[in-house]
Structure formats: C-alpha cells, structure tokens
C-alpha cells in the first residue's frame, strides 16, 4: 500500500495543479457571466418588440377583417345599386383612426372617397406606385412608407379587393385606406420605460414608418445600414444587429420582419448601453477572483498544517456544489482522512446528482402527463394562499397567455379570468369547499386574452394533514366550451328535426323487425288517437281493428327488412280512430340507426283521400268542359256565318228597299219587293240569333202570341220544306202571352218541322203543328226529357209531330248533343241550339218517337202576364222628299255593304268616298277632314276594328258624326261607345229608310 505524502508536499502540489485549472475555470465562468448579461439585455430588447409585434399584428388583422367585411357589403350594394359613398362614410365614423377610405374600380378610377373624388382619371388614382400595386394585388396589401403628394405627409396605404360574389368570382374594383404615419404612431406606438429604448416601425428600404420618441421628426426619414439588419428580420422569430442609428449612435437593433406586411418591427437601445453592465460585472468579477487567487496562494504557502489544504479543497468542492455547479468534487488526496472523506462526499455528490436527476425526469414526465391531458392542474397552498398552475397548452388555450405570466399572478389571475357573472358564485364556492373540505364541482366563463370567454368545468378535492386543518387543495379544469356548444346544437337540431317532421302532413314513421314504433311524427300519432310518448314503443295492432290492413303493414315491413330493398305501395288504405278508411300512398325503405344496431324500416306515407275525390272532381269537370268546349265550337261556327251572312243580307235589303223607293206606288212589282224585305228580316232575326249563341249578341225578350208567330213563319215554313210534306196547322185561339224572344222562338219552330221534313224523305208525309196551354205537375215534370228549370204551373206549348222514319231509344238518348247527327251532311247543330233556347226560356221538353211511326216534340213555355194584339212586321217607305248634302265616309270591309250603302247615300243627295277598312278611312279623313259630313263606320273589320277607328277619327277632329253599322242589336253594339258622342246607329241588315233616318239624325246634329 502506498504511503501518502506529506501534508504540505501534497498541499503545494495540489495548489500548482489546481492553480492554473482554477483561473481556467473562473476565466471560463467570468466570460458565460458576461455573455449572460448581454443576452439579457438583448431578451428585454426582444420581450419589447415581440409586445410591439403583436400589437400591429393585431391592428393589421383587426383593419384586414374591417376591409373585408366592407367589401362584401359594398359587392351586396353594388349588386342593389346602393348609395356606396354613405357606406364609407359610416365606415369611418364607425372607425375614426381610419381618415381616409376609397374605393376605386378595375381601371383605377375612383368610384367613391373622401380625398379622391369620383370620376377621375385612372392616372390620378395611380399617380403613386402603392396605389398602382394595390390596384393590381388580389388580396390584402399593406405598403411601404410613401409620402402623399395630396397631403405632403407621410403615409401607408392598406386595401382590400371587392369580388363579384367571392374570390372566385370576377373583381369589380378596390378598397384603399391610407393611414396618416403621424396619426399611426400616436395610435400604436408607446414609450418604453427606458428612455434610451426606441420603439420603431420601418418598411423593407429602412423607411420610418413609426417611432416611440420623436416621431414626427423622424418619419419618413432611412435609417443607415438597415441593409445589414434586413437579413436578420426576415428569419423565424426575428433577429439583432447593430447598425448606426437616426441620432449618429451605433445602436443594437432587436428586429422582425412582419408576414403580413413589408414592414419591419424594431426595437432599439446605444450599443455602449448595452454592454456597460456587463463590462462593469466582468471587471468586478475579475478582481475578485484575482483576491482570492492571491489570498490561497498566501495560504498554501504560509500554511504548512497537513488539513489545511485538503480542507480548503473540500470546501472549495462544497461551494461549487452549493452555487449549483453539480459536477465539483472534492479531490481524493491528502492524509488518509481528508482522503477518506473526500471520497465519502464526492460519493454524496453522485448520489445526489443521481436523485436529482431522477427527481427532473419525473417532474419532466408528470408536466408531459398534465399536457397531454388538456386541462389546467392547480396546486393550492391554502395557509399561505399560493397556487401553482400546471398544464402549458392547456393554459394557453384558456387564456391566451403562457403558464409561467398566468403563474405569476397566482390565484389572483384566476379570480380576474372570470366572468363578471360568474366570479362571485365561483369564489364562494372555492370558499366553502375549502371550508368544509367538500369536492369543488363547478361551471364557470374564463376570460381569454382575446376578449371571449371559454367554458370551464372544475373539479377539485380538499386535503387535510393527519385530521388536523386543511391544508392543499388539488384540482382540474377543463375547457367544455366545444362540447357544450356541440350539445346545445344536437339538441337544437334534435328539436328542429322533431318540428320539421311534425310539421310536414305526410305520415313519417320508423318501425323495428318486431312491428314497433321507433319513430314517429305527430300525424301519425293523431291518425291513431293517441300520442307520441304512448305510440313509441307499440305496433299498428295495438291502436287499429282492422287486423287485414295491420297484416298487410306487416307483411310489406319484413319484406323491405328482409330483402334490403326499398318499396312503394302506390295505394293503400289505413282505418284511423275515427272508423274512418284513408287512402295512402307509402315509400318505404330499410335502414340502420348504427351498425351495432338492428335493422328497421323506414317510411313516408302521402294521405291521397282528398287526391282521390279531387280527381274524381277532375273528371267531372273534364266531361262538363267537353261539353262546354263543343258548344263553344258551336258558337264561334255560327258567329262565323252570322257575320258573313248579315252583309250579304245588307245587300239585298238594301237593294231592295232601293228598287220600292224608285217604284210608283201602284206598280205590281211593289208586292214581289216587300215580300222579298220581309224575308230578308227574318233571315236578319236568324242571323241575330246566331249572334246569340255565339256570345256577340243579346236577345230582346218580349210579350208574344205563339199563334201569331207560327202564322207569320207559314212562308218560310213552306219553302223550307220537302214538297212531299204538308203542314197542317192546329192552334188554339186566345193562347195566354209568352215571354220571349220572337227570333228564338222562331229558330225552334224552324228546326224542328226541318227536321220533321228530312225524316219523311222522300215519302208523302204530314207536319202538324198544335198550340195549346197545359197545365204542369210533379208527375209531369218526371215525364219531361229535359226539364230544366221547369216548375209547377200553367205552360204555353207548341207540338211539332211528323210521321216520318222516328228513332230508337239509343238515338233518341244523343239527339241533344252537339255535332251527333244520323244525317250524311250537317253538323248536328239544331236540336242542341233547341235545348238551350228552351232551358234559356225556363221551359220543357218532351219528345216521343216510335221507329217507323214518327216523331212527336212537344215544347212547354211559361206563361207571361196577358196576351198580345197582332202586329204587322212589314218595313216603312221612307220619306222621298228629305234630300241632304255634303259627302259621307262609307268604311266597311265589305264590297257589297259599301256598294249598296252608297246607292242609298247617293239618292238621298249626298256624294261619298269609300274605305275598305279603318286605316284607309282615317287616310282618306286626314288628308281633308272638313269635307266629310257623316262617317258610316262598320264595327267590326280586319287590322283596325270601329271602336279603334272611332277612337282615332275623335283624336283627329273631337266634333266627327260617326254612325255606327254593325249585325249586332244596337244595346250590344253601342254599349261600347256610350259616353264617347256617337252621333247614331244602323242595325245590319238595313233598308233605306233605317240607313236615311240614322244619317238625317246625324246630319241636323249641332
């Protein structure tokens, strides 16, 4: 074994082996120290511009969301043309930091704004290069430092693009904001508390943008050399550098580029002042490390005690050891004790590296453990009222700070978190759980640092030492703010769904392979007389008794289950609480609520019952509009000919009545002519009649002898018929009055005994026709074919009986519908336009026919207040001697009426001009309108009708005498004018005493 050296021997070794070690090391430690305090004071410059940095990005964001939610309200103006000036106006006086908003179009002109005005040239609005790149960036732009050329101040511009619907749309223009850079920096930046300290914005050329001290005297001015700092600024999390500053000083910069903007945040202090703490610290440390130095030397040297040294050793290892420097040890030399015990603390200091270590990686996994948990863990001291706070993300995400700012106020930063309303509640809770050493259970608001609160769920327990006071209190807090939003809008939507499906009339339902309800809607539910909560849970066979239709339900339920396919039952019937049987037509599919779960069908039942009567209605309505349609074909076939018919008729009555008036009165030709008008009248009261039917003429209802009107209608009769047949009259005298229309009245007796003569043929074959009264009862109104509004009482009626070929039963079942005939030519259009004459009369039907013996038609009409004289039908002679003058303005689409119209004008002594319809007649009227006297004027014509004719003619000369021709009776005809100072009228077809009588009226007219 080795004999250890002399104390001193081993003393003055070690004090030479540790000296230059020693130095080494303290040299070593001096130098960390020194670059500690520089990195400190380059932490604060970096703690002052990360707040600086986060205040404008807070201000460009804020201005970004401002701008972008104006352009989507100035995009819904544009699309309604609204007053977008009066926007920006309200824009800024919602945000007055912002002076100056303008809006410009695609080419740079200004559409609306404060210092540009509208209707500018592109240029002016683009005169300066960040008006041009914001016009051209699409997406917020932020520029760099410019100086106005308006204003003569320094200034940013920030804008927004405005889209057509969206960013995918088409761009119609850009909002600019320019922002002052005096006013910007009054507004954002702040003074530090050193004095020394600049706060300063600048752009990416080094342009002052913003300063803390100052600022008007330097911005717009370049900082020298900022070149040298821009490489720094544009790295992650920033960067430093020196550079010589605004006032001639070298100073060191903390500096950051923005992301959003070309604009660099800085932070600036003299570069002497930087450093001067930590060269005063260095020269301190220097000296007292050389007294020390000294000091051992003189120690080792003086001292020649054998522990002296080892101990000094071991002292020195403790020191480090307790300054925190866990790798010291104390050297193992010297006598064996001082050997024996150093060895015994170096064996001390491992173990405690070792705990320490240990005690690190356990501290390391239980914060990964808190973390991981995303909640907040808290550790209250209860005597002395201090609180630590675990959980790093879990901290900021509630509060928007970091663990160790929020650690710092302790349990105070937790009572100034929380909601106004809530706080007090939640402090005496905390309060009596520590009191009563209950579990802390609670729902409270935290404020985040960004304005809104999260909603937090609190667990605590209270601990107590051995059943002696309280004395911590441990506990979580989570952030339930998703959760609780994503309950409530289950919850809303659950409730939505439920409304939307009791809402809708249909029949929603969801059943499970057993047949129970699972789902249900409330018409469902009232179809069964019951409710919702009692329906779930039961089948069809509980609630209906018809145990067919539960079947068929049942049946069709399994089949979609079984077979996983969807089916429609197109018509179904369902027997609800009232007995009552409803058609349904059902889509049913099948469907799974999980794939855990079993499956179930699935179905939407459409109530048909009201469809079905509606189409039932339908049909109906379509067989009555049939019928309706071929009665209108009726009408418009017979307009048609009524029309071209009446003119012919003007022709030959006038014409006519032309020849009687140039003829003596004692020559034998005056009969012929007079039999000939009167023949032409009736044929005019047929045609009247045809007017009827087609809706362009009223009847004129009167008190009538039937007799009479059978006797004056023998003539047409006569030649109407087959001269095979023969009429035999059998009329009772003294027949009570008739209130009808005689033109009526006269189209059934002529259709009917027509008839009569086609079914004798060719044979030899009688025509009766009786008159007589009848009275009518109940029993036989029964008989009646058609009794329409027949009632009880004392009737007028005329018989039309002929022995020709009759008709068999299915005939006699169609003769009343429009366009049947059994005749090879014809329409079958008579005995329909009989039937409505007679249902238009109150009146009744019978009709008797046998095949081969005849047919009998037996017309009832009601009686009418007394009876009637006979009147003679024949036309009057006009006045021969009445002459007029003047020329007269004859305007008809036919040749034939403005032809015989004009004879008769021309022998009353005027002279006349002819127009084929209204637009030559206002022509002719235009070129010279004081040389026509009367205006003849047909109503109905091609391209220009009378009543627009007439309408023109009024416009040309107010004072026009215009007499009006139409086919139509004159009530229909001039209702049309009444009020507009229409000087007379002619009813077609006319004679030429009607034609001389309108025109001499209109002629002495003032």
């Known amino acids: 074994m080795r004999v250890p050296r002399p104390i001193f021997s081993q003393l003055l070794s070690l004090a030479l082996a540790l000296i230059l070690p020693l130095v080494a090391f303290i040299g070593w430690g001096i130098y960390q120290q020194f670059r500690d305090d520089r990195e400190d004071a380059l932490h604060s410059l970096t703690q002052l511009r990360q707040f600086a940095e986060r205040q404008i990005y807070a201000y460009l964001d804020g201005t970004h969301h401002r701008l972008e939610r104006l352009s989507y309200r100035l995009n819904e103006l544009q699309n309604t043309q609204g007053n977008i000036g009066q926007l920006l106006r309200e824009f800024v006086a919602l945000n007055p930091e912002y002076s100056d908003v303008t809006l410009v179009d695609r080419a740079g002109r200004v559409v609306a704004g404060e210092s540009l005005h509208p209707d500018q040239p592109a240029d002016s609005a683009l005169r300066e290069e960040p008006y041009r790149r914001a016009v051209e960036t699409p997406d917020f ?151 020390v130095l000294a000091l051992v030397i003189v120690l080792l040297l003086r001292r020649a005690a054998a522990l002296a040294r080892p101990l000094t050793a071991l002292a020195a290892a403790a020191r480090a050891q307790a300054a925190g420097h866990t790798n010291a040890t104390a050297p193992e030399t010297g006598s064996a004790e001082m050997a024996e015990t150093a060895r015994a603390f170096n064996e001390m200091v491992a173990l405690s590296r070792r705990s320490a270590q240990s005690l690190l990686e356990s501290e390391s996994r239980y914060r990964t453990v808190i973390d991981q948990t995303g909640q907040m863990i808290y550790d209250l001291d209860v005597p002395s009222g201090r609180v630590a706070w675990f959980g790093t993300t879990a901290i900021q995400k509630i509060t928007g700070v970091s663990s160790e700012e929020f650690n710092r106020g302790g349990l105070e930063s937790w009572k100034a978190s929380l909601h106004p309303a809530d706080q007090a509640a ?78 809708v009339p249909h029949f929603i339902f969801a059943k499970d392979i057993t047949g129970k309800f699972i789902l249900a809607n409330q018409p469902v539910a009232s179809a069964y007389g019951t409710t919702l909560e009692k329906l779930i849970g039961k089948t069809d066979a509980d609630f209906s008794p018809a145990q067919q239709e539960v079947s068929h339900f049942i049946s069709d339920d399994l089949e979609v289950i079984r077979e996983g396919r969807p089916k429609t039952v197109a018509e179904e019937t369902i027997t609800d609480a009232t007995g009552k049987t409803r058609f349904l037509s059902t889509i049913k599919i099948p469907f799974r609520f999980s794939d855990t779960e079993t499956p179930a069908v699935l179905g939407v039942s459409v109530d048909i019952t009201e469809l079905k009567k509606s189409d039932q209605a339908r049909q109906q309505i379509e067989r009555k509009l049939l019928e309706t349609q071929k009665l209108e074909s009726l009408g418009v076939l017979a307009g048609g000919i009524a029309h071209d018919f009446n003119n012919l008729l003007t022709g030959i009555l006038g014409n006519a009545s032309l020849a009687r008036m140039d003829l003596p009165r004692t020559s034998p030709m005056l009969p012929v002519i007079e039999q000939i008008e009167l023949a032409t009248h009736r044929a005019a009261d047929l045609c009247k009649q045809m007017l009827a039917y087609s809706g362009k003429g009223r009847f004129v209802v009167q008190q009538l002898d039937l007799n009479q009107l059978v006797e004056d209608t023998t003539h047409l009769l006569n030649i109407s018929i087959s001269k095979n047949c023969v009429l035999r009259f059998n009329l009772t005298a003294e027949l009570p009055a008739i209130s009808a229309d005689a033109t009526q009245i006269r189209q059934i007796i002529m259709n009917l005994v027509i008839n009569a003569s086609e079914a004798i043929g060719t044979r030899s074959g009688v025509i009766a026709l009786s008159t007589g009264v009848a009275r009518v009862n109940q029993d036989y109104i029964a008989t009646l074919l058609h009794p329409g509004g027949v009632t009880e009482g004392d009737y007028v009626f005329f018989e039309v009986s002929d022995n020709g070929c009759g008709m068999s039963a299915a005939t006699l079942e169609k003769i009343f519908d429009p366009f049947f005939t059994t005749k090879f030519t ?116 091609p391209h220009m009708d009378g009543e627009e004719t007439f309408r023109q003619l009024r416009h040309l000369n107010p004072g026009v005498k215009v007499v009006l021709m139409s086919g139509f009776n004159q009530q229909e005809a001039v209702s049309r004018f009444t009020g507009k100072g229409l000087a007379g009228f002619v009813q077609k077809p006319f004679e030429v005493g009607s034609i001389m009588a309108a025109v001499r009226e209109a002629f002495f007219q003032q």
């Open 141 to 291: 732009f932020v520029s760099g430092a410019f100086k106005h050329s308006g204003t003569n101040r320094w200034a940013v511009l920030l804008s927004y693009p405005v889209y057509d619907t969206d960013k995918a749309g088409k761009r119609t223009g850009t909002l600019l904001l320019r922002l002052d850079l005096a006013e910007l920096s009054r507004l954002l930046a702040y003074d530090p508390a050193e004095s020394r300290t600049v706060l300063g914005v600048v752009d990416d050329h080094g342009v002052v943008i913003m300063r803390s001290f100052q600022a008007d005297d330097y911005i717009g001015q370049s900082v020298p050399g900022f070149a040298g700092l821009l490489p720094g600024a544009a790295k992650a999390g920033g960067g430093s550098g020196q550079a010589q500053g605004l006032d001639g000083k070298i100073r060191t910069y903390s500096t950051v580029l923005l992301s959003n903007a070309p604009w660099v945040v800085t932070v600036s202090m003299p570069s002497q002042e930087v450093y001067e703490d930590a060269w005063r610290n260095l020269w301190r440390a220097l000296g007292l490390v050389g007294l």
């Open 426 to 503: 939640a402090v005496a809770r905390l309060q009596h759980c520590l009191a009563t050493g209950e579990p802390c259970h609670a729902e409270y608001r935290m404020r985040h640092k960004d304005g809104s609160y999260r909603l937090i769920e609190e667990q605590g327990v209270v601990l107590r030492d051995q059943k002696g006071p309280f004395t911590r209190m441990l506990g979580c807090m989570s952030d339930i703010t998703d959760r609780k939003q994503s309950e409530i809008s289950l919850l809303r939507e659950r409730a939505l769904l439920r409304q939307i499906i009791d809402l």
């Open 826 to 941: 014809g329409r079958g259009l008579g005995l329909a336009a009989v039937l409505g004459i007679i249902r238009g009369h109150k009146g009744g039907l019978k009709v008797y026919s046998e095949t081969g013996r005849g047919t009998t038609f037996k017309i009832l009409l009601p009686c009418g207040a007394a009876t009637t004289e006979r009147t003679s039908s024949a036309p009057p002679i006009p006045d021969k001697k009445w002459r007029g003058q003047g020329t007269v303005l004859i305007v008809d689409d036919e040749e034939t009426v403005r032809t015989v119209s004009a004879r008769i004008l021309e022998s009353l002594g005027f002279s006349v001009v002819l127009a084929a319809d209204g637009r030559e007649a206002l022509e002719a009227y235009r070129r010279e309108p004081a040389r026509f006297t009367v205006v003849l004027l047909d109503l109905t014509m």
